[in-house]
């Protein structure tokens, strides 16, 4: 029996825009695949569309795929001006010699060809079959010209493309995840893979790369369902061996719909920025047209690891619930210690730093259990900072008299730090009557945490200095 392949996978992402949800969920698949075969994953940048490549997207879709914690095990060594990290990821653009070595062997082998049809003429084309109710594929005018013709136009300076010479044959191949899928090729037309010797489209140029990185299986989106083939008959023409193809179900929207700006965030970056943790987004993405064998919903990296199994994978859409995501982030947010929260939370409560730690990490414990999302912790806490202009008539509880809210205000007063004596005069004088006011000369709302977090989180001297303002306020209504 010959040795086993080695697992190797990729993620090869194309810098034209920042690190998507479904990217970083196809990436986080093949790391979990990887991870739980012994394989080796890898980062692939596709950069060779000079025009739409940026340099910016490129960073976006290093940083975040490593603050997910979705590292690669090889690549060319970093200088250390260059991204945190061991390696860098390959990129295509720095592959251009192998490239060019394959499309020429494919044009001396007569199974590619130079097209110099202009875009008018295969518009004219498409539109005549479609006219027809026929299925626009190209002519193959070129197929036919002689290498002297050839020549010709190029030395005239005319513009071409080299196209591929596809076979009349059915394609078919095993998905991983959909079983056998087939395809006739002869419907497709003689495929453009490349603008010129040294610029190769992606269906070419993703061939010659998974061959060269010895990549073993293909996971990625359904979208890329129908470029199989076409790549297929590549590898076949280059005597290539065949990876394993495994095709992931598309990511929905809750009306199962393609998932748009308008319904949800749809860059991690968009996530980050609005406080959800990596782990919960590790968590949610796993969920995404995947589940393990039984009902936990929190899985830690390492249980995921475990428990992948790509034949678990759907064949359905993956519904993307944004408030499943909510509550998966609010339950990391809770298993946190507050230390830990405190540097997380910084970036959108940077006053937090002027603040001695042991206040910091007071405020933080009235507000944990209430977060959904890290940037929530400033709407749920801004009284701590600057106290809101409430009204005097927010401080009454039902219809408490006025001067019954203030004589209450100033027992507590009396009584302060004691929180004991509060509450048993609280449970003597009535909870409402004396903690709804107390809570809101806090606060400054009528939604906040309770009186006793808010006043721990205060101290004494600010707690005094508040209630002392509510008491002003009613006297100010009633004239006492």
């Not at 940048?45 to 914690?69: Q, V, Y």
């Not at 507050?338 to 990490?361: C, G, I, S, V």
């Not at 009557?433 to 808010?454: H, M, N, Q, T």
Request: hydrophobic share 40%; with cysteine.
């Amino acid at each position: 029996m010959p040795p086993k392949k080695p697992i190797r996978v990729r993620i090869a992402p194309s810098p034209t825009g920042y690190l998507h949800i479904g990217t970083a969920r196809t990436a986080l698949f093949n790391w979990l695949f990887a991870k739980s075969q012994g394989g080796s994953f890898i980062l692939r940048i596709e950069d060779t569309d000079l025009e739409r490549s940026n340099i910016a997207f490129e960073k976006d879709i290093i940083e975040n795929l490593r603050w997910l914690g979705l590292t690669w095990d090889e690549g060319p060594a970093l200088e250390k001006s260059e991204y945190i990290g061991d390696y860098g990821p390959y990129h295509q653009t720095k592959r251009l010699a192998s490239y060019e070595k394959y499309i020429k062997k494919l044009l001396d082998e007569n199974l590619a060809y130079y097209c110099f049809c202009a875009k008018e003429q295969l518009e004219e084309e498409r539109q005549a079959m479609l006219s027809q109710g026929m299925a626009p594929k190209y002519s193959g005018r070129c197929r036919s010209l002689t290498s002297e013709q050839v020549q010709s136009m190029i030395t005239a300076g005319d513009n071409y493309v080299i196209r591929f010479k596809m076979p009349s044959a059915q394609i078919t191949f095993k998905d991983m995840i959909r079983g056998s899928v087939s395809f006739d090729a002869d419907l497709m037309g003689d495929l453009v893979i490349a603008k010129n010797i040294q610029t190769p489209l992606y269906n070419f140029a993703v061939v010659i790369d998974d061959y060269e990185m010895n990549i073993s299986h293909v996971i990625r989106g359904e979208d890329h369902l129908a470029n199989t083939p076409k790549q297929i008959v590549i590898q076949k023409a280059l005597g290539f061996n065949e990876p394993q193809y495994a095709h992931l179900p598309l990511i929905l929207d809750k009306e199962r719909g393609k998932m748009s700006k308008r319904f949800a965030a749809t860059s991690i970056k968009e996530y980050r920025d609005q406080g959800y943790l990596p782990k919960t987004l590790i968590n949610f993405m796993a969920f995404l047209g995947w589940h393990p064998q039984d009902d936990r919903e929190i899985l830690s990296n390492e249980e995921l690891i475990k428990e992948f199994d790509i034949k678990r994978v759907q064949k359905a859409g993956a519904i993307f619930n944004l408030e499943k995501l909510d509550w998966l982030n609010a339950q990391y947010i809770k298993t946190l210690p507050d230390a830990e929260l405190l540097p997380l939370l910084l970036p959108f409560k940077p006053q937090l730093k002027d603040l001695p730690e042991r206040t910091a990490l007071k405020i933080i414990a009235t507000a944990k259990d209430r977060l959904k999302k890290l940037s929530d912790f400033k709407s749920l806490t801004d009284f701590f900072f600057t106290m809101p202009n409430y009204n005097a008539s927010l401080l009454l509880w039902k219809n408490t008299a006025k001067d019954k809210t203030i004589k209450n205000l100033k027992t507590i007063l009396q009584l302060l730090p004691d929180a004991l004596e509060i509450k048993q005069f609280a449970e003597k004088e009535g909870r409402g009557e004396v903690l709804w006011p107390l809570r809101v000369a806090l606060s400054g709302k009528d939604i906040s945490p309770g009186p006793f977090e808010i006043m721990e989180a205060l101290e004494e001297n600010e707690t005094k200095n508040r209630i002392n303002i509510a008491i002003k306020k009613l006297r100010g209504d009633n004239g006492l």
